[in-house]
């Protein structure tokens, strides 16, 4: 091997090792050195706060007038969503005031050998009352009874009709409301439809609610409204509220601002409580129910409601049409409000 070649072989081995040791050293500096970076930021703390609900007041009472006593009729004869103890506030005011409260459960009269009567023992019973109160029905109202309700009310009885959302598809039942197109047929579970066709008003499909502006509860919503049985309310809370639709007889007396239909997403107002003379239809159920009647401006409601019921002054003896011509049917009932005997149209009356 040429002595020229051997040189250049040690030099290019002497060049790649003083390489190697330079990187070596650049290495250990590098990871002796301490890095500057300074110190971590501290990152605000989650506020669990924010969270918390916001307090409701719940120590309302609900009241009803003194004075004469009136006759308050509660069905459950048409598989009513209601019953004493889901509003016993309700209750409970209006006896307290000297009034009575029977719970029409239907008759029993008619069946297999059973003699035929002619007309409604439901309009029977609506002959020694002052007031009904129809809640959530799971049947739909005959002709003879629906009839018979707007006697009622022509003859100075007070009624209200509330209801929930519609738990079934619509019905072949259509509604006509003069001025009002309610766009065909409508559900009669949970919805006292036809009662409330007669007097200008149709529930809703859906429920109402509020994403920003609640009491706590997205469906529960926020109703006020000016005089009447809204005088006073300014936070009337509403479980689940169904809106109405009113025709040219009917006054909205509650409504719902800001809020949208679960059926169709649109946000606005909602009218939830409407008035045609003796008649009050109410979009919701709850306000009248233990847990929610002394809740929020509730209890000024339900007691606006129940002076309402025992305001009217009824003649005596309607609805005159469709009645059991003076031959009340057993079934079941309860009064409450007096001692214990046999009330008309087979209603059992209860002690306090």
Do not use: C, W
């Not at 040189?7 to 290495?27: C, D, K, N």
């Not at 529960?220 to 689940?240: M, P, Q, R």
């Not at 009218?271 to 008649?279: F, H, K, L, P, S």
Request: overall charge negative; charged content about 15%; aromatic content about 4%.
């Amino acid at each position: 091997m040429r002595t020229r070649d051997v040189a250049r072989g040690i030099g290019v081995v002497a060049v790649v090792a003083i390489v190697v040791l330079a990187a070596t050293v650049a290495g250990g500096l590098l990871v002796s050195s301490p890095t500057n970076v300074g110190e971590a930021p501290t990152p605000d703390a989650y506020d669990t706060g924010s969270l918390d609900a916001s307090p409701i007041a719940s120590d309302g009472d609900v009241t009803a007038p003194d004075g004469e006593s009136k006759t308050v009729v509660v069905d459950v004869s048409h598989g009513n969503d209601v019953s004493e103890d889901a509003i016993q506030p309700f209750v409970d005011a209006l006896v307290e005031s000297g009034h009575e409260v029977r719970f029409y459960g239907g008759s029993s009269s008619t069946g297999i050998g059973a003699p035929t009567q002619s007309g409604s023992p439901f309009n029977e019973t609506l002959r020694s009352a002052d007031a009904l109160v129809v809640v959530s029905p799971a049947a739909t109202y005959d002709d003879d009874e629906a009839a018979g309700v707007e006697a009622f009310a022509d003859a100075g009885g007070r009624v209200l009709l509330a209801a929930d959302p519609p738990t079934t598809t619509t019905s072949d039942q259509p509604i006509s409301i003069p001025g009002l197109d309610t766009g065909g047929s409508v559900s009669a579970a949970g919805q006292p439809a036809n009662l409330a066709g007669q007097f200008d008003v149709t529930f809703g499909n859906g429920y109402l609610y509020d994403m920003a502006d609640n009491a706590n509860n997205f469906q529960h919503v926020y109703a006020s409204g000016d005089g009447g049985i809204a005088d006073g309310v300014e936070d009337a809370i509403l479980g689940g509220a169904v809106p109405l639709r009113t025709g040219p007889d009917a006054s909205v007396v509650l409504s719902v601002g800001d809020a949208a239909l679960s059926t169709t997403r649109e946000t606005g107002s909602y009218a939830v409580a409407a008035r045609t003379g003796n008649v009050i239809a109410v979009g919701d159920t709850d306000v009248l129910t233990s847990g929610m009647a002394t809740t929020g401006d509730n209890d000024v409601l339900a007691s606006n409601l129940a002076a309402f019921l025992v305001s009217g002054d009824k003649e005596p003896g309607e609805p005159s049409n469709g009645g059991t011509g003076g031959q009340p049917p057993t079934g079941s009932g309860a009064m409450i409000g007096s001692a214990a005997s046999t009330g008309s149209a087979g209603m059992v009356t209860a002690a306090d």
